[in-house]
């Protein structure tokens, strides 16, 4: 297995990504290795900007293809659950955390539903 990098995009700045599809690759170069858009930190997730458009590209650093990696994007962000979360803002953390336990609530009841399907065949 290799390694693997996920970006997200603001569809809102799509137009700035085709003006300028370099600039494109190499903002995700520097996600890709966990670094921010000003080169001064290192961080799992970042976000950048190309041309006059701000935070359309959120990369998460790559990270081994055998470690698993829990997202939650919403609100024109991602963010990481769990390992990979280097967040200092508590609250950010509890929000997400809230977020993905509905989800995986969610989850839980639909795979009882199909659960119960496959049970009536």
């Known amino acids: 297995m290799g390694y693997m990098t996920t970006v997200t995009l603001l569809n809102d700045g799509w137009s700035n990504i085709e003006a300028d599809p ?6 995700v170069k520097l996600g890709m290795h966990g670094i921010s858009e000003d080169n001064k930190r290192e961080k799992n ?4 900007s ?17 470690e698993a990696r829990l997202l939650l ?17 508590i609250e950010q953390r509890k929000r997400a955390l809230a977020q993905a336990k509905q989800m995986i609530k969610w989850e839980e009841e639909q795979i ?9 065949r």
């Open 45 to 48: 997730i970042n976000t950048y």
């Open 112 to 120: 009882k539903k199909l659960e119960q399907e496959s049970l009536k």
């Open 50 to 66: 190309l041309g006059n458009h701000s935070g359309i590209i959120d990369v998460l650093a790559s990270h081994h293809a055998d």
């Open 73 to 89: 994007i919403y609100q024109n962000a991602m963010t990481a659950i769990g390992y990979g979360n280097d967040s200092k803002s």
């Open 22 to 27: 370099n600039g494109f690759v190499e903002k």
